[in-house]
């Protein structure tokens, strides 16, 4: 189960943190996404991280703006997202599989297996 918090409304320029707490499965070795999904568009993979070595992806739009961090003790996945846009506006989700695996592509939202509930982020301009 993924837990998702942290969305609201900000002005352009503005920050956010958003948390996503994991329970009820293992995930020492997950890999963790942050996706997102604007009206009419496709769900799109912000960042992602895996929970053994920290390796991280960012989308090129959010690169520098956006930052993915962890806590193993807790299961928990945050994104801080500074100097927010309003093409940033979205629905964002959490997602996980529960395993690493070399071959499968972390940056497409198939990819993810377990997803939580969405947390609208409103960037005002």
């Known amino acids: 189960q993924l837990q998702a918090s942290g969305g609201g409304l900000v002005q352009a320029g503005g920050s956010l943190r958003l948390s996503c707490a994991a329970s009820?499965?293992?995930?020492?070795?997950?890999?963790m996404a942050w996706c997102r999904q604007a009206p009419g568009k496709e769900r799109e993979v912000v960042a992602a991280?895996?929970?053994?070595?920290?390796?991280?992806y960012y989308k090129d739009s959010v690169k520098g703006r956006f930052t993915i961090s962890k806590d193993n003790a807790k299961n928990t996945v945050f994104l801080q997202m500074n100097s927010l846009k309003p093409e940033d506006t979205a629905v964002y989700f959490c997602?996980?599989?529960?395993?690493?695996?070399?071959?499968?592509?972390?940056?497409?939202?198939?990819?993810?297996?377990?997803w939580g509930q969405g947390t609208l982020v409103t960037v005002s301009s």
């Open positions: 997602a996980a599989k529960s395993y690493y695996d070399s071959i499968v592509d972390y940056t497409r939202a198939p990819a993810y297996d377990f």
């Open positions: 009820g499965r293992t995930y020492s070795n997950a890999v």
């Open positions: 991280i895996r929970f053994s070595g920290g390796n991280t």
